[in-house]
């Protein structure tokens, strides 16, 4: 059974920076892709990023690129996301999730469908 545990999110000010973390219980870690997502409440959930199999590639929403850095530690089979600048509508619980095998090499795309775990979410808030 995979397992997917995020954590690190938390109350954070408008400016302030948090790193997520997602440990993953499964086998050959590094040869899956992992990717974040995000939902606020009475929204759609959100792609945030994702980051492939070999580390080598990476691939962000345009909401986010410029503050959000994906990032892996297969020995630890963990997989980061660091925030800066957050913003209030950055306010959303954020969802870690294993890519599917037959799109990890190469990073799977930003639709929900491409990944088959998933976390069970972290909430991080930003006031203003």
């Known amino acids: 059974q995979v397992q997917l545990i995020e954590s690190g999110g938390g109350f954070v000010q408008a400016g302030g920076s948090l790193r997520l973390a997602c440990a993953a219980s499964t086998r050959s870690f590094s040869d899956y892709a992992m990717g974040w997502f995000r939902q606020a409440p009475g929204k759609e959930r959100e792609f945030i990023a994702t980051?492939?199999?070999?580390?080598?590639?990476?691939k962000y929403a345009d909401s986010v690129k410029d503050r959000v850095t994906v990032s892996r530690e297969n020995a630890k089979n963990t997989v980061y996301l660091e925030m800066k600048s957050l913003r209030p509508e950055d306010t959303a619980v954020y969802y870690c999730?294993?890519?599917?095998?037959?799109?990890?090499?190469?990073?799977?795309?930003?639709?929900?469908?491409?990944?088959?775990?998933w976390g069970q979410g972290t909430q991080v808030t930003v006031s203003s």
């Open positions: 999730a294993r890519g599917r095998l037959y799109c990890s090499a190469y990073g799977c795309r930003d639709r929900s469908t491409e990944y088959d775990y």
């Open positions: 980051i492939s199999a070999g580390d080598s590639i990476t």
